[in-house]
C-alpha cells in the first residue's frame, strides 16, 4: 500500500496514523533511516537490532560455549605466566 507523509517545519515527517498501526510505531519511539539509493527505508530500533542479531546468529558456537568466557579463561592464565616469571616481590596478587 503506498502512503502520503509531509515534511513539517524542522524537517520533521509526519507519519500517516495507520501506517504507525501497522508498523507498531508509537509517540517517542527510535526510528532509525537508511538510505538505499534514492529510496529512505524507516525501521524501529527494535527491528534493526533484531537484524543484527540475526546477522551474528551463525556466529555463535552451536555447543552452548561462551566465547567471552574462554577469552577471560585465557587471559587468566597468560596473567600467571607472566606473573610466574616476575620475582616474588613483583607479582601480581591473583584472585
Request: aromatic share 6%; charged share 35%.
Given at each position: 500500500?503506498?502512503?502520503?507523509?509531509?515534511?513539517?517545519?524542522?524537517?520533521?515527517?509526519?507519519?500517516?496514523?495507520?501506517?504507525?498501526?501497522?508498523?507498531?510505531?508509537?509517540?517517542?519511539?527510535?526510528?532509525?533511516?537508511?538510505?538505499?539509493?534514492?529510496?529512505?527505508?524507516?525501521?524501529?530500533?527494535?527491528?534493526?537490532?533484531?537484524?543484527?542479531?540475526?546477522?551474528?546468529?551463525?556466529?555463535?558456537p552451536q555447543?552452548?560455549?561462551?566465547?567471552?568466557?574462554e577469552l577471560?579463561?585465557?587471559?587468566?592464565?597468560?596473567?600467571?605466566?607472566?606473573?610466574?616469571?616476575?620475582?616474588?616481590?613483583?607479582?601480581?596478587?591473583?584472585?
Open positions: 500500500m503506498t502512503y502520503s507523509a509531509k515534511i513539517i517545519k524542522g524537517g520533521k515527517i509526519v507519519i500517516p496514523a495507520e501506517l504507525r498501526r501497522e508498523l507498531g510505531f508509537a509517540e517517542g519511539d527510535r526510528l532509525v533511516l537508511e538510505r538505499e539509493d534514492n529510496a529512505l527505508v524507516i525501521k524501529s530500533y527494535h527491528q534493526v537490532v533484531r537484524e543484527v542479531q540475526a546477522a551474528f546468529r551463525p556466529f555463535k555447543d552452548g560455549s561462551s566465547l567471552v568466557e577471560i579463561a585465557e587471559r587468566r592464565q597468560e596473567a600467571q605466566k607472566e606473573d610466574a616469571d616476575l620475582p616474588v616481590s613483583e607479582r601480581r596478587a591473583l584472585r
